[in-house]
């Protein structure tokens, strides 16, 4: 089934990159996680940053963070019209795909318009890594909560399910977090799922959660599940990865 034969997500909380004393972007030992499952000494990486308005600024620094890493760097603008002659053949093409945080309802529906949720579905079953953070992490799931609609964190149900859980993103350093995706879960608005602190990445095979691994020692992530009227965290330790 192409690259290494199995389908991996990697889906961030938060620390994908930091930010250097040059205010420039560098990044993290998730994304060479991410970058090692593809099994390639060079990997094509596509960045997509539909979830931020596909800012031009941001994505420049995106391409620099990357500078110092082995690894061929494109990526897919939607804004004003896609940046590539044909999308699916672009997707195809990439041995991993990082999507930013940023609005996820506002990318799933422009994902959807222009057939982008298919062709990654494809890529996702043909070996292709997917992967990002928060709104890129978000994405992959049934959903989780979000503030695509405002600063207070709404449900959200609307994501590609590709793997069928809700998510948690974020999950200790902003205090609406916690207790909407309790609630959502315990209210049935969304299946189990799983979170992650800052700094900690949650590693799917197929459908199945296999790991979790962070760069952040205290960090934790989380399996959530229903139970009667209410739900039952349950933490789950990640391995700890270099910074």
Known sequence: MGRLGQSHIVAIGGGSFRMTERFT????????????????????LGLIATAVGDDAGFRLKMFGAFQQWDVEVSDLAL???????????????????YVTGGSVANLAALWRLHGLDEALAEAWRSGVVLSGQSAGALCWHVGGNTDSFGPTLRPWAEGLAFLPYSCGVHYDSEPQRRALLHASISSGELPDGYAADEGVALHYVGTEFIQAVSINADAGAYRIERQGAGVKEFRVEPRLLAP
Not at 25 to 44: C, I, M, S, V
Not at 79 to 97: C, K, T, Y
Request: zero cysteines; proline letters at 8%; a negative charge.
């Open 25 to 44: 972007l560098e990044a993290t030992g998730l994304l060479r996680y991410a970058l090692d499952l593809t099994g390639q000494d060079r990997p094509k």
């Open 79 to 97: 804004f004003p019209m896609p940046s590539v002659d044909d999308i699916r053949e672009w997707v195809l093409d990439q041995d991993a795909i």
